[in-house]
């Protein structure tokens, strides 16, 4: 398959209180008292029949406002540099955001899915939803490299990554 | 930001024994006897530096045999009806499969991953890896909808989202 034919589009957009990646918490769960809302385009919304008897979503976004990559970076949560793809750092070849959030509600109609905490920039464009099923996602003794040792070292991000 | 700008790109394939859906396990740890493989291209290698710290990693691919996707769907776990994004159906807006996997060695310079148990095809193009870090990603008293009654009823895909 070609790149070419790898076409995504927006299913909707995030509306959150932050429109700038400085002061934005690092992970969805670092901020739970943040209200943020999910606006799914009319098309979709039929996909969202029976999501409000989930607890938790992940949320794949297109992280819009990230500046291009590097492969080594220094991430928010660390003053050492890592491999990209040992962190979460927004500036990666495909710019998708990975985020799992706490549903609040769902307004199936409206398009409206109210979440708990987020570490998304307002506007940003939804790909897609998935549902979190502990069966499946649940690991609790994954060892986590370099995070280990530098966690809670800082909860906001900053500006590295920003366009 | 216009669709037109989201593009994205292969940063390798996956390598598994699986080259139809038919048979294959719905979910990565339903089937951990099984080994396969994530080779990564040569200039994204360096971002893997540091990976070998870590358990699992969410892998990102882009699901390229699945057919067009429909808003109400019966997912392979269930006999009845729910909606696209109560599921993990390979059929989506965006066919963007999230596959939380296993690492057993990472070879950074042969840009090669092998990992334990996989749900995804032979060839299937890789958009991004990221790390699984517990403190983020574990929520074992999350409700899980409809899938609460259905799980264990199927442990393998079969075609109904083929192309």
Chains 1, 2 share one sequence.
């Not at 070419?4 to 918490?25: F, L, N, R, W």
């Not at 969805?28 to 969202?48: H, K, V």
């Not at 979503?57 to 992280?63: A, D, H, K, N, S």
Request: aromatic share 10%.
């Amino acid at each position: 398959m070609s790149d070419q034919e790898m076409k995504i589009k927006a299913i909707g957009k995030v509306k959150s209180a932050y429109d700038k990646h400085d002061g934005t918490p690092i992970q969805a769960n670092y901020e739970t008292s943040n209200e943020a809302s999910l606006l799914i385009d009319p098309e979709y919304r039929e996909g969202l029949e029976g999501l409000a008897g989930f607890d938790r979503i992940y949320v794949i976004c297109w992280l819009d406002r990230s500046k291009p990559y590097k492969l080594s970076v220094i991430p928010y949560l660390d003053d050492e540099a890592h491999g990209l793809f040992t962190t979460r750092a927004p500036s990666r070849p495909n710019p998708i955001g990975l985020s799992l959030v706490k549903i609040l509600s769902v307004d199936v109609k409206e398009g409206i899915i109210r979440i708990e905490g987020i570490d998304i920039l307002d506007n940003t464009p939804i790909l897609d939803i998935k549902p979190y099923i502990p069966d499946f996602d649940v690991f609790p003794d994954s060892k986590s490299g370099w995070y280990e040792k530098a966690k809670g070292k800082r909860l906001k991000a900053d500006n590295r990554f920003s366009k």
